[in-house]
């Protein structure tokens, strides 16, 4: 890579390409998506902002559901309430790194790569999550710069670790972090800010637990702790295959089914992970990225043992989006320092990989959602509590649930074959029967 320095003038244009394209490829990615951009996950959030003040589960936060919530008193449904929260945070991102001055060009880079495009247009709260996650490295670095005093840092980085924990319980790693951190650094002017925020994160979580969890949900422990889910071979497995997509720069998304194609995905992410180590070793950290590449690799380190007694998805791109936004910035910061502007052409062949792979893999969101909402408004079931019957989780059947979630959120999964035989209960073949989805053919 050969670097080039361009002027301020033709740099600011070519930003601003950057973030026009940025912004195209976010929506078209869940437009030419079968379903939207949803999972099953996505249905129980947007459900759960469907019937809020009622609380029908404690599985997630309320912070997601109310974000989607707030934005339906506008005229928009829950699908597209939870696009435009993704949208924001994308924008968010971008003005406050530019007016705050923090790490500008390296976000912009991070943003447009095609693992954080795919997580801004996915209905999940990671999107909602990478705001925060930005606002809590600004502030560490203006505790460790001695902007603010240790009261204001503890108060603002507990305010930020609460504010991300309603989000996502997975915030719980960052206080660990951020004690981690603190601990390394006794001595410093700081590290009494760090700590004692950190605990005071987790002390809130447990004062959560006990008044809402418990309240709502007093199985939950029960329900997601579990000892031994998966074996130390399969885990570690799974890790290098998240680790390796996660950093990959051009594509996040391996073959399922194994194949030739897979050695070139993994490869490219653990040349990056290699990179970034050298980087790292070989050029000065200031002390602000040695604080986020810390909190960052204690997050990602809990979120790989977690698994060994709580029921959670296998490590990919998106569960770590909160904790790999860090790593980027870093990176990018270092590359920036070698070849100049060239690094954005990372981010420029990341957005061209993401357009080749959504085209070829393209379904007709818009198509299918006039489909399922003319079935549901025959069925009379716009407005209706819906059942749908799957086989498994890993059913394949569930995409078409997901999309009918897009238009009706009140939907519930049943995994009783015998629910089948009631005329109210939906499945696969009794919608498709009656409509046509248009489907990723690649799937």
């Known amino acids: 890579m050969i670097s080039v320095k361009l002027n301020s003038k033709y740099e600011k244009i070519l930003q601003t390409l950057l973030i026009i394209i940025t912004y195209v490829m976010i929506i078209f990615r869940f437009l030419s998506n079968e379903k939207g951009r949803?999972?099953?996950?996505?249905?129980?959030?947007?459900?759960?902002?469907?019937?809020?003040?009622?609380?029908?589960?404690?599985?997630a936060p309320l912070g997601y559901p109310l974000f989607i919530k707030f934005f339906t008193f506008f005229g928009l449904d829950e699908f597209w309430s939870s696009k435009l929260v993704g949208v924001l945070a994308y924008t968010f991102i971008l003005i406050?790194?530019?007016?705050?001055?923090?790490?500008?060009?390296?976000?912009?880079?991070?943003?447009?790569?095609?693992?954080?495009?795919?997580?801004?247009?996915?209905?999940?709260?990671?999107?909602?999550?990478?705001?925060?996650?930005?606002?809590?490295?600004?502030?560490?670095?203006?505790?460790?710069?001695?902007?603010?005093?240790?009261?204001?840092?503890?108060?603002?980085?507990?305010?930020?670790?609460?504010?991300?924990l309603n989000i996502r319980y997975s915030a719980l790693f960052l206080c660990a972090g951020s004690?981690?951190?603190?601990?390394?650094?006794?001595?410093?002017?700081?590290?009494?800010?760090?700590?004692i925020s950190g605990v005071l994160g987790i002390g809130f979580y447990g004062l959560y637990k006990v008044t809402f969890i418990d309240y709502f949900n007093e199985n939950y422990i029960n329900m997601f702790l579990e000892i031994g889910l998966k074996p130390t071979s399969q885990l570690l497995v799974e890790l290098f295959q998240g680790l390796?997509?996660?950093?990959?720069?051009?594509?996040?998304?391996?073959?399922?089914?194994?194949?030739?194609?897979?050695?070139?995905?993994?490869?490219?992410?653990?040349?990056?992970?290699?990179?970034?180590?050298?980087?790292?070793i070989r050029n000065r950290l200031s002390e602000t990225e040695r604080f986020i590449l810390l909190s960052s690799l204690v997050t990602i380190i809990l979120s790989y043992f977690i698994q060994y007694v709580y029921s959670v998805n296998a490590i990919d791109y998106r569960l770590l989006a909160p904790?790999?936004?860090?790593?980027?910035?870093?990176?990018?910061?270092?590359?920036?320092?070698?070849?100049?502007?060239?690094?954005?052409?990372?981010?420029?062949?990341?957005?061209?990989?993401?357009?080749?792979?959504?085209?070829?893999?393209?379904?007709d969101y818009i198509e299918n959602r006039k489909a399922i909402t003319r079935f549901l408004k025959e069925e009379k079931m716009m407005d209706k509590k819906?059942?749908?019957?799957?086989?498994?989780?890993?059913?394949?059947?569930?995409?078409?649930?997901?999309?009918?979630?897009?238009?009706?959120?009140?939907?519930?999964?049943?995994?009783?074959?015998?629910d089948t035989l009631k005329k109210d209960v939906l499945t696969r073949y009794k919608v498709e029967k009656k409509i046509r989805i248009k489907k990723n053919n690649y799937q």
């Open 96 to 164: 406050f790194a530019y007016r705050r001055k923090f790490y500008f060009k390296e976000l912009l880079v991070t943003s447009a790569l095609f693992s954080f495009v795919s997580i801004f247009s996915f209905t999940m709260s990671e999107a909602l999550t990478l705001p925060f996650v930005i606002l809590f490295f600004f502030t560490a670095r203006q505790i460790i710069k001695n902007r603010i005093s240790q009261a204001q840092g503890i108060f603002f980085l507990t305010l930020l670790l609460i504010l991300l």
């Open 386 to 418: 819906l059942l749908f019957f799957m086989k498994d989780q890993m059913d394949n059947d569930g995409q078409t649930a997901e999309l009918i979630s897009t238009v009706n959120p009140h939907i519930y999964i049943t995994f009783k074959p015998s």
């Open 38 to 59: 949803v999972s099953p996950d996505s249905i129980r959030y947007m459900r759960q902002a469907d019937v809020f003040p009622v609380i029908d589960n404690t599985t």
């Open 244 to 280: 390796t997509t996660t950093f990959n720069p051009f594509i996040h998304i391996a073959d399922p089914n194994g194949g030739a194609i897979n050695y070139g995905i993994y490869g490219i992410g653990l040349l990056t992970i290699l990179v970034m180590i050298f980087l790292f």
């Open 323 to 363: 904790f790999s936004i860090g790593i980027w910035m870093v990176f990018f910061r270092k590359i920036f320092q070698i070849f100049d502007d060239t690094t954005y052409a990372v981010a420029f062949m990341s957005l061209a990989t993401g357009f080749v792979f959504s085209w070829l893999s393209k379904g």
């Open 179 to 195: 004690i981690g951190f603190g601990l390394l650094k006794i001595g410093k002017h700081y590290w009494k800010s760090f700590a």
